[in-house]
């Protein structure tokens, strides 16, 4: 299958989680589309992943996976070993009056609600982001004007070399959808900061938004979110639309006609249409505004 080569010649250490070789990554992205991750690594725990990690050569990539909801993966599929957290590492708690502890592989949804119930407020945002924890950590996920560095204290990591570490606010040096996490590391848990809030008017605070979001996005579409990062001064939906590209289509990749700045797969695009399509937008903003826009979805993985 994907990747022969490799399968036959390296020896995988043991693992108390879950590993699968060859195993299809299209139906774990929003997409829906790509290749099959060499191996898929689900691990028990945190000790697991570091055990793993720590015996693997050192030769093998390693990637993590969230809910796929800022990913393409290409058609050819991601060499060496794509870790996937579940439910082990998807459970949120509040520590005290203003702190929650989260798993890296906790959703969004479950960190805000978990935030309400205990009466914790300015995580409510979290709410209309559709990802894990460990994805809002490395992309500096945010919405309605709040970021992740916002209400970050520190995460727990495991590096490739399978070493622990713990990483403050400051190590993760956050700009706009971007942190300086290291290649390969996989965030297994965070610890968010708000403050004190009334339940009630929290619940408010996350119905306003995900009746907001309702509005603007096609969020029941095979999609990746925001396609381009806002360049400074600009909103990238605005200069995607003046550029003519509402409703363009390459193949079964669309330009979202409600939200210029998401890429859809109408039903059978494959990653290369999607990716040739946003470089088919990128190359029409360039020439109608003389803006160079930028990748926010992450592009993983080989070509077909
Ligand atoms: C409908 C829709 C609306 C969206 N709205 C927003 C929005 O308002 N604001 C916003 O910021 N984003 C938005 N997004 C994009 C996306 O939800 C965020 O970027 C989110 O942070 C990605 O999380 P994920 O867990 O799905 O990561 P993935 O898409 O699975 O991965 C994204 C990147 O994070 C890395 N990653 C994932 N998990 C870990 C981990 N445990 N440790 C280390 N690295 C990890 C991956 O390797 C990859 O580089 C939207 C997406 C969709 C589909």
């Not at 809910?67 to 990913?71: E, F, I, T």
């Not at 407020?121 to 894990?132: N, Q, W």
């Given at each position: 299958m994907g990747h022969p080569r490799l399968t036959a010649t390296i020896a995988l250490p043991p693992v108390r989680g879950t590993l699968k070789a060859d195993a299809p990554l299209a139906p774990l992205?929003?997409?829906?589309?790509g290749g099959a991750a060499q191996w898929l690594f689900e691990p028990k725990d945190a000790d697991d992943l570091s055990d793993f990690l720590a015996a693997l050569d050192p030769g093998v990539p390693v990637m993590a996976l969230g809910?796929?909801?800022?990913?393409i993966v290409r058609d050819g599929g991601v060499p060496g070993v794509v870790v996937r957290l579940g439910k082990p590492f998807a459970k949120v708690t509040a520590l005290d009056a203003t702190t929650l502890t989260c798993g890296g592989g906790a959703s969004g949804i479950l960190v805000s609600s978990t935030a309400r119930d205990n009466g914790i407020?300015?995580?409510?945002?979290?709410?209309?982001?559709?990802?894990?924890v460990g994805g809002f950590v490395r992309m500096n996920g945010g919405a309605y004007g709040r970021e992740t560095c916002d209400i970050l204290v520190e995460c727990d990591i495991v590096l490739r070399s399978g070493a622990r570490v713990t990483l403050s606010n400051a190590d993760l040096g956050y700009t706009y959808r971007h942190s300086?996490?290291?290649?390969?590391?996989?965030?297994v848990s965070a610890t968010f900061r708000g403050h004190p809030g009334e339940p009630a008017a929290i619940q408010a605070e996350m119905d306003r938004i995900a009746a907001a979001r309702e509005e603007s996005q096609?969020?029941?579409?095979k999609t990746g979110g925001s396609t381009f990062k806002n360049p400074d001064g600009h909103k990238a939906w605005a200069l995607v639309d003046e550029a003519g590209c509402r409703g363009l289509q390459l193949g079964g990749a669309q330009v979202s006609?409600?939200?210029?700045?998401f890429l859809l797969n109408?039903?059978?695009?494959t990653s290369a249409d999607i990716e040739a399509l946003g470089e088919e937008v990128r190359r029409r903003v360039r020439e109608k505004s003389g803006i160079e826009l930028e990748w926010e979805i992450q592009r993983v993985g080989k070509a077909k």
């Open positions: 992205v929003w997409f829906k589309a809910l796929g909801s800022n990913l407020a300015g995580l409510e945002f979290l709410r209309s982001i559709p990802g894990t300086t996490l290291p290649d390969g590391a996989v965030v096609p969020l029941r579409s006609e409600k939200h210029t700045n109408t039903g059978e695009a």
